[in-house]
């Protein structure tokens, strides 16, 4: 079964600084990779995927096979950018299964 | 603007009722699932469906039952709402084509059971 672990609930920085958020999956075969993001009173929505790899709002994300990792990361983050971030992995049956989520809060 | 429309976005139910959630996409998608979404579990898969009349199971199907009668809607059914079934439960659909696990979402259906 796909196991999708996002280590940290929570995430707060200030304004301007770095961030990156944590995504490690378990998966046998070739996943397919993505972040989705919820703000505040909004449906949640793709942000990104592995597949595409460009950058959205500034953010990045690399798939690290080796490390099975996906982790999001955007070099100076912004108060808009406080949201619900979820990584999901998805395989050959259409569905995704998703982590628990982080909550990231930028600070001014 | 595509959308997926979830009927009700805040309902108060007893322990025992019979619960009804609906959803309605108008992409012409194939798939449709039904997640439910509670703090620090995340989104857990309840049921899916990739075409009319088809179902199959996700991680968490107990208590919860779904109809695929046409393409575009896609109904959860609590049988008998149980206190635990409080959540914030969300809709989704995507293509079967080749933007494969972009789902979109439904602004989602908060449940409270007393």
């Known amino acids: 079964a796909q196991r999708v672990t996002q280590p940290e609930k929570l995430l707060s920085v200030f304004k301007g600084a770095p961030v990156e958020l944590k995504c490690n999956y378990s998966y046998s075969g070739s996943p397919e990779l993505f972040w989705y993001v919820q703000y505040s009173r909004q449906r949640l929505q793709l942000l990104l995927r592995h597949i595409s790899r460009e950058s959205i709002k500034g953010f990045t994300a690399d798939l690290n096979k080796g490390e099975t990792s996906f982790h999001l990361k955007k070099p100076f983050a912004q108060e808009e950018d406080s949201a619900m971030y979820y990584c999901?992995?998805?395989?050959?049956?259409?569905?995704?299964?998703f982590g628990k989520g982080t909550l990231l809060t930028v600070n001014p | 603007d595509v959308k997926v429309t979830q009927s009700s976005r805040y309902l108060v139910k007893r322990t025992g009722e019979k619960v009804f959630l609906e959803c309605v996409q108008d992409?012409?998608?194939?798939?449709m699932f039904w997640y439910r979404q509670d703090p620090g579990l995340g989104l857990r898969l309840i049921y899916f469906s990739y075409d009319v009349k088809m179902k199959e199971k996700g991680d968490i199907p107990e208590g919860y039952s779904v109809s695929r009668e046409k393409k575009e809607r896609f109904s959860l059914i609590l049988e008998s709402a149980s206190t635990n079934q409080t959540s914030m439960y969300l809709c989704a659909s995507s293509s079967r084509g080749r933007l494969l696990g972009e789902l979109f979402f439904g602004e989602g259906s908060r449940l409270t059971v007393l």
């Open positions: 992409m012409d998608h194939e798939n």
């Open positions: 999901a992995s998805g395989g050959s049956n259409y569905k995704l299964t």
